[in-house]
Each structure stands twice: as structure tokens, then as C-alpha cells.
């Protein structure tokens, strides 16, 4: 059964540090997206791409985030430095066009203390 | 910023019960889907409506979709314990350029008590 696979599962890092978010898509899927979830906020779209090609970022605090496809099986997510407010679940979810369903990996919690 | 939003934000009903879900969003869409999460995990999609449709089935899952209104509900019939969960509807706004990407509301957070 194909699923999008993040890593690490949790992260618990100082604030300063960098910190780099894995996710390996479905394979075959030409779109993908990182969200951000908090109590606060709910789910926020940090970025998305297609056919590893960023369309659009304005999600993301543009000073620290940076979001990239190195290639077709592999999504990665930095922050540098990390903030404590950047504490969150962050999730990757792949889709095999721009408006069909997305499937969704099981998140990478960071916490920054 | 997000498109959607959900009412109520909990819910919780007896188990056998149905329970009903409602969203509404403000710009234009190309489809509505909804989704559901576990706590801990990731979201897993239930089912997706297209703006041209006004209703879709699928096992307990009904939808509909009043474009005019801008709002879209979720119904489950005959809850079980297993359904308690979070539930999301998301949307992808057309933006004239071609489909943004999908925003999601805060969720409904329901509990089926046994």
C-alpha cells in the first residue's frame, strides 16, 4: 500500500539550530505540499510543487523556511535558525494532480525549547 | 490564509447516532473534498465533490455542495466508536490563473460515546 513516508517523527531541538525535515512522496505523484499544524492555527500551507517545481511559498516565513524537491522521491523542509514558535506538527502530503485527493504522511512533530 | 471553516467545532453524539458536519468557504473552488484525522496521524482523505455536483454518497458518507451558499456539509449515518475523529474540509480556491493549492479549515472534532 503506497503511502508518503516523513522523517524524522519528532524532533525536540534548541532554538538557533537547524533543523531539516524529510518526506518521500508517493511515487508517481507530481505534486506535493508541506502544511503546518497547530492548536492556535489549524493546518497552514507552507509550500507546494509541481512536478518538483515550486508554485507557490507566500506560506512561509521566507527568512527561515526554505523548501525544496532535490529530486522526484525526495521533499525536504529547513528552517534555519529554529524559533520556539516554529513548534508544530509539520506534514507532506503528495497528490497525483493539482486537484485530486491528497495523501498525507504521518507528520514530523518539532519542538523547539 | 484559510478558505474553509467548520461548524460546530466539537460534536459529540451516542453511538448509533448521526452526526453532521458543515463548511463553508469563501472564493470560487474547482472541488471540495473532506477529510478525516486521528489523533497523532495524518490526514486521510474521505471523499472529494466537484463544484458541479450537489451530492455524493459513499458508504456512511453523504455530502452535498450548494455552491450558491458557498457551504458544503458532511452527514455520517449510524456512527460508530471508531469515527471519533477530526474532520476537515479543504478546498482549492481558483484563483483565474488555474487551481491554488488545498486549504483546510480548523476541523470538526467529533466523539461517538459508546
Known amino acids: 500500500d503506497a503511502r508518503v513516508t516523513q522523517t524524522p517523527r519528532h524532533k525536540v531541538t534548541e532554538m538557533g539550530q537547524e533543523v531539516t525535515m524529510r518526506c518521500q512522496p508517493i511515487l508517481g505523484h507530481n505534486t506535493v505540499f508541506w502544511y503546518r499544524q497547530t492548536m492556535m492555527q489549524g493546518l497552514e500551507l507552507l509550500a507546494y510543487f509541481r512536478n518538483r517545481a515550486p508554485l507557490d511559498d507566500s506560506g512561509m516565513p521566507k527568512d527561515r523556511f526554505s523548501a525544496e524537491m532535490p529530486d522526484a522521491t525526495l521533499a525536504t523542509l529547513k528552517i534555519q535558525p529554529s524559533e520556539p514558535r516554529d513548534s508544530a506538527v509539520y506534514f507532506c502530503?503528495?497528490?497525483?494532480?493539482?486537484?485530486?485527493?491528497?495523501?498525507f504522511g504521518n507528520g514530523t512533530r518539532l519542538t523547539v525549547t | 490564509s484559510q478558505q474553509g471553516e467548520e461548524d460546530p467545532q466539537a460534536l459529540s453524539i451516542q453511538e448509533g447516532e448521526n452526526a453532521t458536519m458543515n463548511c463553508s468557504y469563501k472564493t470560487s473552488i474547482n472541488n471540495l473534498q473532506w477529510y478525516r484525522q486521528n489523533s497523532g496521524r495524518g490526514l486521510v482523505h474521505l471523499i472529494l465533490?466537484?463544484?458541479?455536483?450537489r451530492e455524493k454518497h459513499s458508504g456512511r458518507l453523504r455530502v452535498t455542495l450548494d455552491t450558491s451558499k458557498k457551504s458544503s456539509s458532511l452527514l455520517i449515518t449510524a456512527s460508530r466508536a471508531a469515527d471519533t475523529a477530526s474532520y476537515f474540509c479543504?478546498?482549492?480556491?481558483?484563483?483565474?490563473?488555474?487551481?491554488?493549492?488545498?486549504?483546510f479549515g480548523k476541523g470538526t472534532h467529533l466523539i461517538i460515546q459508546p
Open positions: 465533490i466537484r463544484s458541479n455536483e
Open positions: 502530503a503528495s497528490g497525483a494532480s493539482m486537484n485530486s485527493p491528497l495523501h
Open positions: 479543504a478546498t482549492d480556491a481558483y484563483s483565474g490563473g488555474g487551481a491554488d493549492g488545498l486549504t
